[in-house]
């Protein structure tokens, strides 16, 4: 136990020198750049955007999905960061290891309008073009600017992971209000 104790004091020690370096660079590097700012907008501008136009009847649904959306791709991307699979540069926030605009609101955003807009087309073909555009347009476009960095991943699995995640989230949007089914008693 007591290389235990020793060897997780270690893994604190060092992760509090990391988050300090991290602090510095987002301080020095980051904070006030062209990237935060694109960040701040990739963070507010989207849910303007849902808010003005989202079908207010079915707000709920839609939350249902964008809130699955959310922590099904931040576990994942969190999971993918931790193995070394990819890295963000430009952190809104220094304290994330997910690029919070993206991950917390763009792709939440996205995935609740391809639900509101497309509802006669089916799901999976939905899924499958949603998830082309983020995994091979938005993805690359964030690494061309600096933002994203594959190491150890490529495109085709964040195509697979989004697939899974989007037809979970709809599938969480067909949820009900008890009330919906008159089965309040």
């Not at 639900?115 to 983020?134: C, D, E, P, R, T």
Request: proline share 3%.
């Amino acid at each position: 136990m007591d290389r235990y104790k020793r060897l997780t004091e270690k893994i604190n020690d060092q992760f509090l020198k990391q988050r300090e370096l991290k602090m510095d660079v987002w301080q020095e590097y980051v904070l006030f750049s062209w990237h935060w700012w694109l960040g701040l907008a990739l963070a507010v501008i989207p849910l303007l955007i849902w808010m003005r136009y989202r079908d207010r009847g079915s707000t709920t649904s839609l939350l249902l999905a964008g809130l699955t959306t959310s922590i099904l791709s931040a576990f994942w991307d969190t999971t993918g960061n931790f193995f070394g699979w990819y890295d963000y540069r430009y952190d809104l926030l220094p304290m994330t290891t997910n690029y919070f605009p993206y991950y917390f609101v763009l792709l939440p955003v996205l995935v609740m309008f391809t639900i509101q807009l497309f509802k006669g087309v089916n799901v999976y073909l939905k899924g499958i073009v949603l998830s082309a555009l983020i995994s091979f347009v938005g993805l690359p476009v964030l690494r061309m600017i600096g933002i994203y960095q594959l190491l150890n991943w490529n495109y085709v699995y964040s195509f697979i992971l989004m697939c899974i995640i989007f037809v979970l989230s709809f599938q969480m949007s067909k949820i009900k209000d008890q009330k919906d089914h008159g089965d309040v008693h």
